[in-house]
């Protein structure tokens, strides 16, 4: 377990300070105090914050180089007036305190300067997924608190399923890489320096599959991922639970899930207790959720969807007219905050229409939208970019005052965490003055950061086959350039089989094998650069270009074989099996490491267990093709009836119409069209 002292000596290493600053500034050592008379309210946040950007706090007696004032008001605006060695930072909360002061070290070679900004939201944050096998470390959460302090962002969630002890309950998380309490009170100890509320979010209906599939909990599982309702079992688990909440965090506020519950009630309790609505299940459950979190003081919010298609009487949570009534009030619970999620939808006018929807339950209110970390082994920038400028400007225009973004980790945390960093820029610039610009994004990058917007949009090129890596870096703002359906070639290519590739009809290989190749000339040059790159990057940045590198082989291998095979090009075979085949299993080698490298700073080491394995298969499987296309040549088998199968297209045109995403998600469904995750 790591603590505050130990992170302040560490900080400056883990930010890149050297790109942001220069050394010169570093070796200075600038000296800063705190005027205002809110030195312990601020002095130790304040401390670890000037460390990170390479200046020392000081008492006002040891004449420091600047001098700070802090003044908090009522009005909901940031104010940084600079005279000379003097600043003042006007602001409303301790968070923005933060915001004004990194506005202040951004600007602090200019003699005089002074910048206001409105207050757009009354909360800003991100969620930070805890579920997905990836479980960040204490220092990780750490490392993002001061992230998003140097934006003025006042609330982290962090996605707990059953990564959260509770007592009494060993097999809770058991090899998981739950959290104790202590290390929840620590980071929630550390936030509050920086202003920042940190949000726990649990599950108490649904998403609890790895959990119940374990035999100490087959009494607790209705169907499917959902709980068994109106057991005492469960009641007390979930009371547990909550206790526990209440125990590590001290903002009062909880998350309690309750999403995608489409079978409530359909299984071991219709056995039980007959069918029942869905409707009023929820309704029950909720209340009784409403009464635990009130006997210890805590705020309740919960996902919308399932709330909002039953008080609607919708099949589909996106598909409710705009007119649309509530059913029944014998339905509603006012007291909960309902949190609208929406990752999918284009143009300002949908979001502001399900806003509005939202708002005619009478609940409190906060939106969700998605980074898109979660597309495979890259993120997908573009269409996270464009849709979030679409639902931020609904907000502001509907006053919805509560909004974070969401860094998803499905099937595996297969992509870094660290690519979060634009989209937490996007959402933190947001919340502060006029719709931020491309110029703007872009100083704030590199200042907070230390690193270079568009060298992370570039890893969208990954997956978006509009993406021309040879044009102007701008195309990521293009609607004919951006992922619109977060189709993800890189995960297919990366996973599907050399001799059976269940995808080789839905990508150009050859076309796709062209941009990964250019690709990793783009990666090289940022590797090698005059201006360097600080050690996080080097090692994101180094497994991207060994990613595209296996890429720009594997993407048509499937392909190239199938074809020499049926032409009788037995040298050309010969070529594929020793050249490509085998440089794959061995880029596949190092490519694991990379992760591996990643992985381990930014996570605990559970969960990366089934990263290993499935890279690993990578590498396996290209040799096994290669042994099966030599023992073909060598006469020791007559043919080799896997490419002798006719490929189809998994989906059709006709599948995919209506579809928010074509990609395609899940590794146990892409490597394999056999049986590899059930009887």
Same mark, same amino acid.
């Given at each position: 377990? &790591?603590?505050?002292? &130990? ?21 200075? !050592? ?28 000081? =008492? ?100 707990? =399923?059953?990564?959260? $002890? ?12 739950? *959290?104790? /309490? ?47 309702? $109106? ?91 705009? +007119? ?10 006012? =007291? ?11 143009? !300002? ?50 006053? &919805?005052?509560?909004?974070? %973004? ?74 004919? *350039? *951006? ?26 290989? $050859? ?9 990793? !000339? ?15 990057? /080097? ?40 050249? +490509? ?19 381990? !700073? ?5 969960? *990366? ?19 099966? %296309? ?41 490597? &394999? ?7």
């Amino acid at each position: 377990m &790591t603590g505050l002292g &130990t992170l302040r000596e560490d900080i400056g290493h883990s930010f890149g300070i050297g790109v942001l600053l220069g050394k010169e500034s570093m070796m200075e !050592k600038k000296r800063i105090s705190l005027a205002g008379g809110e030195e312990n309210i601020l002095g130790e946040g304040a401390r670890i914050f000037l460390k990170q950007y390479g200046y020392e706090w000081t =008492e006002k007696e040891n004449k420091p180089d600047w001098l700070v004032t802090e003044k908090f008001v009522k009005e909901k605006k940031l104010k940084v007036k600079k005279r000379g060695r003097e600043c003042v930072i006007f602001c409303q909360e301790k968070a923005h305190f933060y915001r004004g002061l990194s506005l202040f070290l951004q600007n602090i070679s200019k003699e005089e300067f002074e910048i206001e900004e409105k207050v757009n939201f009354h909360s800003n944050g991100m969620m930070m997924d805890c579920s997905r096998n990836g479980v960040p470390t204490v220092d990780t959460i750490k490392q993002y608190v001061v992230r998003m302090a140097s934006l003025g962002m006042n609330r982290l969630y962090l996605y707990m =399923e059953d990564t959260l $002890e509770i007592q009494g309950y060993p097999f809770w998380g058991y090899l998981r890489g739950r *959290y104790s /309490k202590e290390e929840m009170q620590e980071c929630d100890g550390f936030a509050s320096l920086f202003g920042i509320t940190l949000v726990p979010c649990i599950q108490t209906l649904a998403h609890l599959r790895t959990a119940l599939h374990l035999p100490a909990f087959a009494d607790y599982k209705d169907i499917d991922d959902i709980l068994l309702l $109106e057991e005492e079992k469960t009641k007390a688990l979930l009371s547990g639970l909550i206790k526990t909440v209440s125990e590590c965090f001290s903002g009062g506020i909880v998350h309690l899930g309750m999403d995608e519950a489409a079978h409530l009630g359909r299984g071991k309790y219709m056995d039980l207790h007959g069918p029942e609505k869905g409707a009023k299940l929820m309704k029950k459950h909720l209340e009784w959720l409403m009464e635990e979190c009130q006997k210890r003081g805590l705020e309740a919010m919960i996902w919308s969807d399932m709330y909002l298609r039953l008080n609607f009487g919708a099949e589909d949570y996106y598909g409710i007219d705009k +007119d649309a009534l509530p059913e029944g009030e014998e339905n509603l619970s006012k =007291e909960v905050g309902l949190c609208y999620w929406d990752y999918y939808n284009e143009g !300002k006018e949908f979001y502001k229409n399900y806003i509005r929807l939202h708002q005619r339950l009478g609940n409190p209110l906060l939106f969700a939208g998605g980074a898109w970390t979660w597309n495979g082994v890259a993120p997908c920038v573009s269409r996270a970019m464009k849709i979030s400028y679409d639902a931020l400007d609904a907000c502001m225009e509907t006053g &919805t005052e509560d909004v974070f %973004v969401t860094a998803w980790m499905d099937n595996g945390a297969e992509t870094p965490l660290q690519t979060v960093l634009p989209l937490l820029l996007l959402y933190g610039e947001y919340g502060f003055g006029e719709r931020p610009d491309r110029e703007r994004l872009e100083e704030r990058f590199a200042f907070c950061f230390g690193k270079g917007l568009e060298q992370y949009r570039l890893l969208d090129a990954f997956d978006n086959p509009g993406y021309e890596v040879c044009c102007a870096p701008d195309t990521c703002d293009n609607p004919m *350039y *951006y992922n619109k359906y977060s189709v993800n070639p890189s995960k297919t290519f990366l996973y599907q089989d050399n001799l059976m590739g269940l995808f080789e009809k839905m990508y150009d290989g $050859e076309k796709m094998g062209g941009q990964y190749s250019l690709l990793g !000339k783009e990666l090289d040059a940022i590797l090698s650069g005059q201006d360097g790159l600080e050690e996080e990057d /080097k090692g994101l940045f180094g497994y991207y270009h060994v990613l595209a590198e296996l890429l720009s082989i594997k993407a048509g291998v499937g392909g190239r074989i199938r074809e020499a095979y049926r032409n009788g090009n037995r040298e050309r075979l010969k070529e594929l099996a020793e050249n +490509d085949l085998k440089k794959i299993a061995a880029l596949a080698q190092g490519l694991n490491r990379r992760r591996e490298e990643i992985w381990m !700073k930014e996570y605990k080491p559970f969960g *990366y267990e089934v990263l290993d394995i499935r890279l690993a298969g990578v590498g396996q499987r290209a040799l096994s093709a290669a042994h099966r %296309v030599q023992l073909f040549l060598s006469g020791s088998i007559p043919r080799i009836p896997e490419l002798e199968e006719e490929i189809l297209p998994y989906k059709t045109k006709e599948m995919l119409e209506g579809d928010f995403q074509h990609g395609f998600y899940l590794w146990e469904r892409i490597v &394999t069209a056999g049986n590899i995750d059930g009887v």
